[in-house]
């Protein structure tokens, strides 16, 4: 190595001396020694390869703490709040329901502080942490008795291996679901230990077919709520009424998988009809399971209501232990449910149901008015444009019912490519901005953009590095 080359690197400033500077203190104080040094050591390593490639002037240790500083604060969480502009209202990957302010005041709550989980607070006893909720959901659903545990999956699990370990388990060949992934029907059987057996055809089951399975072996009937798929046409199938009162005269019980499952007539908020838990209940299912986090608007839970004795098989089963939930969960469970009990209001208070509801000419009107601001923010390189888009529920719940909604349609004036760094860019931002590439545009649906987010929306497009995003790559 000549001279020239050598010196700059002599002159990296050793790890001790960046964290003597005055700008390695809030380094320091923002993420402790360790982690400090660690990233000092990392940007001491970046500049060493840096100026082997290229001799220039060494940074000094102010700047090289500087650096440190800024790569740290670029590690945000990969859980940070975003903006869900999909289109789709309960997104499985973006985390399904918003929570309500007063679910999210009692999880706070819980988390602060110690509560009564498990215990009585009349006679200072020992309690059941199913207590909290079982009048309510008793209530809301008109069953004898009821219990929670992690999600729906589990609640399946739970019902299959408590009723039908080493039995039998009937069920429709038109309703073995796979649900996003990981939850296939015949899998999760298997799992809980349960024998399978297949009635019906794919489109056409009849009574007769469940008559014939019916057998000392049998543990349990499955209904299955077809929820992200519509058998259409020369159809045939058991209705949840007829089936409960056939595995009622077969002594099996029977268990009715609703899948999302809501509290509410949602036709009265003009979607399409979904059955409620009630309805199910009162149709004679033996149990019915559904979920917490999709059209109930609260956090992921799996509930279990029904028949009292087999409630409380279910609560002796070693596996409601592994499959419990939290405190914190519990606290917004039930204020979320709590909400239920005041239907006129919910639509106001329940994030879910109001994005869902929300009324096409408002969200056209919060399209038009944020456009020209977009446009001018994107600059040269794009058109922005409102236009009228469909957004659907999502999670698997009314597969078939779409919502006219409006979308701010962002088209590149160059290539193809500079809208997909112009997305990547959005996505990147300290709170991404999710939206849709489809037919050539980048589709941002409003719906779920509260008219109190329009400003953090603005803030954080503000923050876009057009430079360095979509505008270079034109
Ligand atoms: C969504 C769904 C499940 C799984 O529920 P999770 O809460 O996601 O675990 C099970 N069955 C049906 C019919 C569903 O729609």
């Given at each position: 190595m000549t001279e020239s080359q050598?010196?700059?690197?002599?002159?990296?400033?050793?790890?001790?001396?960046?964290?003597?500077?005055?700008?390695?203190?809030?380094?320091?104080?923002?993420?402790?020694?360790?982690?400090?040094?660690?990233?000092?050591?990392?940007?001491?390593?970046?500049?060493?390869?840096?100026?082997?490639?290229?001799?220039?002037?060494?940074?000094?240790?102010?700047?090289?703490?500087?650096?440190?500083?800024?790569c740290l604060e670029s590690q945000s969480s990969g859980l940070r709040p975003l903006f869900n502009l999909t289109g789709t209202v309960l997104h499985t990957n973006l985390g399904r329901a918003m929570l309500a302010e007063a679910a999210i005041d009692a999880a706070v709550d819980a988390m602060r502080h110690a509560v009564a989980l498990e215990y009585d607070l009349a006679d200072g006893e020992r309690g059941e942490r199913d207590d909290h909720l079982r009048a309510l959901l008793c209530e809301l659903t008109g069953a004898e008795d009821a219990t929670v545990v992690n999600n729906n999956a589990a609640a399946v699990l739970l019902c299959l291996n408590t009723l039908a370990l080493g039995r039998e388990a009937v069920v429709s060949r038109g309703e073995l679901i796979e649900i996003g992934g990981a939850f296939r029907m015949p899998d999760i059987m298997a799992r809980a230990g349960a024998c399978m057996v297949e009635v019906g055809t794919t489109n056409r089951t009849h009574p007769t077919d469940y008559r014939q399975a019916f057998n000392e072996s049998t543990g349990v009937v499955l209904k299955v709520h077809t929820s992200n798929y519509r058998i259409q046409g020369f159809t045939a199938e058991v209705s949840a009424h007829e089936?409960?009162?056939?595995?009622?005269?077969?002594?099996?019980?029977?268990?009715?998988?609703?899948?999302?499952?809501?509290?509410?007539d949602l036709s009265r908020h003009g979607l399409a009809k979904e059955p409620t838990v009630r309805q199910a209940v009162a149709e004679g299912a033996s149990l019915v399971t559904f979920s917490g986090d999709k059209l109930l608007g609260g956090p992921q839970a799996g509930f279990i209501v029904g028949k009292r004795a087999l409630i409380e098989q279910i609560n002796r089963n070693p596996l409601k232990r592994a499959l419990r939930v939290d405190k914190v969960r519990l606290a917004a469970i039930e204020?979320?449910?709590?909400?239920?009990?005041?239907?006129?209001?919910?639509?106001?208070?329940?994030?879910?149901?109001?994005?869902?509801?929300?009324?096409?000419?408002?969200?056209?009107?919060?399209?038009?008015?944020?456009?020209?601001?977009?446009?001018?923010?994107?600059?040269?390189?794009?058109?922005?444009?409102?236009?009228?888009?469909?957004?659907?529920?999502?999670?698997?719940?009314?597969?078939?019912?779409?919502?006219?909604?409006?979308?701010?349609?962002?088209?590149?004036?160059?290539?193809?490519?500079?809208?997909?760094?112009?997305?990547?860019?959005?996505?990147?931002?300290?709170?991404?901005?999710?939206?849709?590439?489809?037919?050539?545009?980048?589709?941002?649906?409003?719906?779920?953009?509260?008219?109190?987010?329009?400003?953090?929306?603005?803030?954080?497009?503000?923050?876009?590095?057009?430079?360095?995003?979509?505008?270079?790559?034109?």
């Amino acid at each position: 190595m000549t001279e020239s080359q050598a010196s700059p690197l002599r002159h990296l400033p050793a790890v001790a001396t960046v964290l003597a500077t005055a700008e390695a203190a809030l380094l320091l104080e923002r993420h402790g020694r360790i982690v400090a040094t660690d990233a000092i050591r990392q940007v001491i390593e970046d500049a060493r390869k840096t100026l082997r490639a290229a001799p220039a002037a060494a940074p000094s240790a102010s700047e090289l703490a500087q650096r440190a500083l800024a790569c740290l604060e670029s590690q945000s969480s990969g859980l940070r709040p975003l903006f869900n502009l999909t289109g789709t209202v309960l997104h499985t990957n973006l985390g399904r329901a918003m929570l309500a302010e007063a679910a999210i005041d009692a999880a706070v709550d819980a988390m602060r502080h110690a509560v009564a989980l498990e215990y009585d607070l009349a006679d200072g006893e020992r309690g059941e942490r199913d207590d909290h909720l079982r009048a309510l959901l008793c209530e809301l659903t008109g069953a004898e008795d009821a219990t929670v545990v992690n999600n729906n999956a589990a609640a399946v699990l739970l019902c299959l291996n408590t009723l039908a370990l080493g039995r039998e388990a009937v069920v429709s060949r038109g309703e073995l679901i796979e649900i996003g992934g990981a939850f296939r029907m015949p899998d999760i059987m298997a799992r809980a230990g349960a024998c399978m057996v297949e009635v019906g055809t794919t489109n056409r089951t009849h009574p007769t077919d469940y008559r014939q399975a019916f057998n000392e072996s049998t543990g349990v009937v499955l209904k299955v709520h077809t929820s992200n798929y519509r058998i259409q046409g020369f159809t045939a199938e058991v209705s949840a009424h007829e089936l409960a009162a056939m595995a009622a005269d077969a002594g099996v019980p029977l268990l009715n998988d609703l899948g999302s499952g809501t509290l509410v007539d949602l036709s009265r908020h003009g979607l399409a009809k979904e059955p409620t838990v009630r309805q199910a209940v009162a149709e004679g299912a033996s149990l019915v399971t559904f979920s917490g986090d999709k059209l109930l608007g609260g956090p992921q839970a799996g509930f279990i209501v029904g028949k009292r004795a087999l409630i409380e098989q279910i609560n002796r089963n070693p596996l409601k232990r592994a499959l419990r939930v939290d405190k914190v969960r519990l606290a917004a469970i039930e204020a979320t449910l709590r909400l239920y009990r005041d239907p006129d209001r919910l639509a106001e208070r329940l994030p879910t149901l109001r994005f869902l509801v929300r009324d096409h000419a408002d969200i056209e009107m919060q399209a038009n008015r944020l456009q020209p601001m977009v446009a001018e923010r994107l600059g040269d390189a794009f058109a922005v444009s409102v236009g009228e888009c469909l957004s659907q529920v999502g999670s698997g719940s009314l597969p078939l019912d779409t919502l006219p909604s409006a979308a701010l349609l962002v088209r590149s004036r160059g290539s193809q490519h500079a809208l997909e760094s112009l997305s990547a860019a959005l996505r990147a931002l300290p709170k991404p901005i999710i939206g849709r590439i489809a037919d050539g545009a980048l589709r941002l649906d409003l719906r779920c953009l509260g008219e109190a987010d329009e400003l953090s929306f603005l803030a954080s497009l503000a923050q876009l590095d057009i430079d360095h995003g979509a505008a270079h790559a034109t």
